[in-house]
C-alpha cells in the first residue's frame, strides 16, 4: 500500500516518539516539540475541524508564518480528510488573496493574528467562507471567527465522546486524494492552482532521499515559505520521514524583523542542513565580505587568498584535489582553521551544506560556498513535480550542475517535435513519475497542455551529461530571439552582471526579433554615488555631470563582457545589451515584479515598462546618458 502523508507521521511516531520534531522560538529560546506531542495535537486540532463541520473534500486555507501551528494546521487539515489551501503571506488581499479564496472554493480559513488584517478586509465580500480561525489569542473576535485555542478545546471534548473519530476519517483518505492547491505566482496570467495528490508528496520524499540521507540528529531552520512545496517535500516531510527535526524562524513584528532573526536563529538552531534561494545565498554571501573587510586588509588579503587557492583545489567539487592540487592541502587545511572555520561558525558551526531551490544558482555562488565549507549544492525542480527532480548532493556532485535525477523517474530532453534528444543536446526538460501533479485544478485546458500521456512538460530547457548530471540553462517561454531567429537564454548574462558588478543589481533582457538585445537595469545607487564621490569629490549628485559620471560607469561594467574587457567570450556580444534602460525603483515583491521564491517575473516587467523597452529601439537609444536615463538614475 503506498503511503499518505498521514501515513508517514504515523510511522514517524512509531519509530521516533521522543525525538523532538519541531523547533519554536517564541520567548528567550528555542523548544522542542516530540513526534508524538506533534501526533496528539494533529489529532485535537483535526478533532476541532471535524466539530465545526469540516468534511472530507473540503478546501481549508492556510495564512500565516512559518511556526509550529502552520505544520500541525495542515496535519490537522489533512487529518479531517480536507484539502489544505497554502497561501503566501506575500500575497496582497486586494486581488491575489481574493482570486484563490474564491477559485479554491475555500471555506474554513487558519490565519495568523500577523495576516488577520487581510482577512478580515475581504471576509465581508467572500459568502462562501464560514469559520476563520486564528492561531493567536485576540482581545476581540469578529464575525465568523474563533481562536485556535476554542477549537483545540473543542477537539479535545469530541474526541471523549468520539475517540476514534479522528482515526475514522484519516483511515478513509486514499494516497491519491487531493494533500493541497498550490496557487503558481501567475507571472502571465491568472494563476493556476496544482493539485497536488498525498502519493504526490510520500512519493517525493522517496525520491529525495535516493539523493541523500538525512540522520535522525539532523535539524533545519526552514527559512523558506512554508506554503511552497519545496518546503513541504525538503523541509519538513523529508525530515519527518526521517525522524529529523525541524525549525521555523522567529516571527518579528515586521518583515524586516523576521528577516534579521534569520541570522540568529540559525546561530542558535546549529542547523545541519538549509533551504536556500539565490537571493539568500546572495545575501550572506555580502554580509560575509562586508565583515571580512571590517576586520582589515590583512585579514581581506588571507581571505581572498584562501579563496583563491580553494577554488583551484576543488575545481567542479567532483574533481577536487587531483594531480599537483594535492600538494596545496596543508595549506588549505590551515586557512580553514584560521579563516573559514571563524565563517561556519555564523552559521552555527554543524552546518553541512546548502540545497538550492529557485533560480538557478549562479557557478560562483556554488564555489563561493564550497570554498568556505558549506557546499550549497543545485537543485531543480518545479511545483508541477511536487517540487525536486533532480539534486547535488554530498554524495555526489558537479558545480554547475543542478544534479543526479531523483529515482524512480524517467526524464527526457526532447526537440520542439517531441523527440529524445542524446547527451548534451538542449532540449525541453520532460519527466514522468509519482510525483507528477494530478492537474490544474478547474483548468483542463492548461493540464492537456502540461501533462501529456503522464509526460509532465517543464518548459525548461536543459541537457544531460555523460555521467547521469542534468543541466537546467533557462525556461523556454524566456528565451529571447535575435532578427535572424537564433534562440538564446538570457538568465545567464543578467546573474553575471548583477552578480559581477557592484554596481548593478536587477537586470532584465530583452529581445523578440529585434535587431539587438536591450537591458532593463537597475542600478545600486548608493554604489554609483560613492564611485562619483571618489571620482570627482566636487561633484553634487544631483548636478548632471555626476549622473552622466554614473551612467557610463554602468556602461563600462557592461563593456567588461566585450572584447578586451574583464569577461571576454563568457557569452557571445551579439547577446549582449546595445541599449540600456535605466529603472528607477528596484524589481520587487510588493511592487508584483518578483515572486515568492525571489524570481524575477519576465513577464509582468516586460509589460510594465513596454514604453521603455520600445524607446530602446528608437534613435539615440544606444547612449546610456540619454535624458530618460538621466530622470531615471535620481
Known amino acids: 500500500m503506498k503511503p499518505t502523508i498521514i501515513d508517514l507521521l504515523n510511522q514517524s511516531v512509531e519509530k521516533y516518539a521522543n525525538n523532538p520534531f519541531l523547533w519554536e522560538k517564541t520567548g528567550a529560546e528555542f523548544k522542542a516539540t516530540t513526534y508524538s506531542e506533534v501526533k496528539h495535537q494533529t489529532h485535537l486540532l483535526a478533532a476541532g475541524l ?26 490537522g487539515i489533512l487529518h479531517a480528510g480536507a484539502i489544505n489551501v497554502p497561501l503566501s503571506i506575500k500575497l496582497e488581499e486586494s486581488n491575489d488573496l481574493i482570486f484563490r479564496l474564491i477559485h479554491s472554493e475555500t471555506q474554513y480559513v487558519l490565519v495568523s493574528s500577523g495576516q488577520l488584517k487581510k482577512i478580515r478586509l475581504i471576509v465581508g465580500a467572500l459568502s462562501q467562507i464560514k469559520k476563520v480561525i486564528v492561531f493567536d489569542d485576540q482581545l476581540e473576535y469578529e464575525d465568523k471567527e474563533i481562536s485556535l485555542t476554542e477549537l483545540i478545546a473543542t477537539g479535545k471534548k469530541h474526541l471523549l465522546s468520539h475517540p476514534t473519530i479522528v482515526e475514522e476519517r484519516a483511515k478513509s483518505i486514499q494516497p491519491d486524494d487531493v494533500a493541497n492547491i498550490s496557487y503558481t505566482s501567475g507571472t502571465t496570467a491568472d494563476p493556476k492552482g496544482i493539485l497536488l495528490s498525498h502519493r504526490n508528496y510520500t512519493a517525493n520524499v522517496e525520491q529525495a532521499l535516493t539523493l541523500m540521507t538525512i540522520p535522525t540528529t539532523y535539524r533545519t531552520l526552514l527559512i523558506l515559505p512554508l506554503d511552497h512545496c519545496f518546503a513541504h517535500v525538503a523541509g519538513f516531510y523529508s525530515f519527518m520521514a526521517s525522524g529529523a527535526s525541524v525549525g521555523t524562524v522567529q516571527s518579528g513584528k515586521t518583515g524586516m524583523e523576521t528577516l534579521k532573526n534569520i541570522p540568529l536563529n540559525i546561530k542558535e538552531l546549529k542547523p545541519n542542513l538549509l533551504l536556500s534561494v539565490p537571493a539568500l545565498a546572495k545575501s550572506f554571501k555580502k554580509n560575509i565580505e562586508s565583515s571580512i573587510r571590517s576586520q582589515g586588509a590583512v585579514v581581506n588579503w588571507l581571505f581572498n587568498t584562501a579563496l583563491k587557492m580553494s577554488y583551484s583545489y576543488n575545481k567542479e567539487g567532483f574533481n577536487r584535489g587531483q594531480g599537483l592540487q594535492m600538494l596545496k592541502k596543508p595549506l588549505l587545511a590551515l586557512f580553514d582553521k584560521i579563516i573559514f572555520s571563524k565563517i561556519r561558525e555564523g552559521f552555527g558551526g554543524e552546518l553541512d551544506f546548502f540545497i538550492g531551490g529557485g533560480a538557478l544558482l549562479d557557478i560562483d555562488l556554488q564555489r563561493f560556498y564550497y570554498a568556505i565549507g558549506i557546499p550549497m549544492f543545485q537543485g531543480y525542480g518545479l511545483s508541477e513535480a511536487t517540487p525536486i527532480i533532480s539534486s547535488n548532493g554530498l554524495a555526489n556532485h558537479k558545480l554547475g550542475s543542478s544534479g543526479y535525477l531523483v529515482k524512480p523517474m524517467e526524464l527526457m530532453i526532447c526537440n520542439s517535435d517531441g523527440k529524445a534528444l542524446p547527451n548534451y543536446e538542449k532540449g525541453e526538460i520532460v519527466i514522468k513519475g509519482e510525483n507528477v501533479m494530478l492537474g490544474y485544478y478547474k483548468n483542463e485546458k492548461a493540464t492537456s497542455e502540461t501533462v501529456v500521456d503522464g509526460w509532465l512538460h517543464t518548459g525548461d530547457m536543459g541537457y544531460m551529461d555523460n555521467d547521469g548530471f542534468l543541466y537546467v540553462v533557462g525556461r523556454f517561454k524566456s528565451l529571447l530571439i535575435s532578427s535572424d531567429g537564433e534562440k538564446y537564454s538570457p538568465e545567464g548574462i543578467e546573474e553575471s552582471l548583477s552578480d559581477n558588478s557592484h554596481f ?28 562619483v564621490h571618489r571620482k570627482k569629490p566636487h561633484l553634487g549628485w544631483e548636478t548632471r555631470e555626476a549622473k552622466q559620471l554614473a551612467l557610463n560607469k554602468l556602461q563600462r561594467e557592461i563593456n567588461e563582457y566585450r572584447k578586451g574587457g574583464k569577461y571576454e567570450g563568457m557569452f557571445p556580444e551579439r547577446w549582449l545589451p546595445a541599449a540600456v534602460a535605466i529603472i528607477g525603483e528596484p524589481f520587487t515583491e510588493q511592487n508584483g515584479l518578483v515572486n515568492s521564491t525571489m524570481k524575477i517575473m519576465r513577464a509582468k516587467v516586460e509589460e510594465r515598462y513596454t514604453n521603455r523597452i520600445e524607446n530602446l529601439y528608437s534613435g539615440g537609444a544606444k547612449n546610456i546618458d540619454n535624458e530618460e536615463n538621466i530622470q531615471a538614475i535620481n
Do not use: F, M
Not at 548593478?504 to 564611485?531: F, G, H, S
Open 504 to 531: 548593478i543589481d536587477q537586470v532584465v533582457l530583452y529581445n523578440n526579433q529585434n535587431p539587438y538585445t536591450t537591458a532593463l537595469i537597475v542600478p545600486n545607487k548608493e554604489a554609483l554615488k560613492r564611485y
Open 50 to 75: 471535524i466539530e465545526l463541520g469540516v468534511e472530507v473534500g473540503d478546501k481549508v486555507a492556510l495564512l500565516s508564518e512559518g511556526r509550529n501551528a502552520w505544520i500541525i494546521g495542515e496535519l
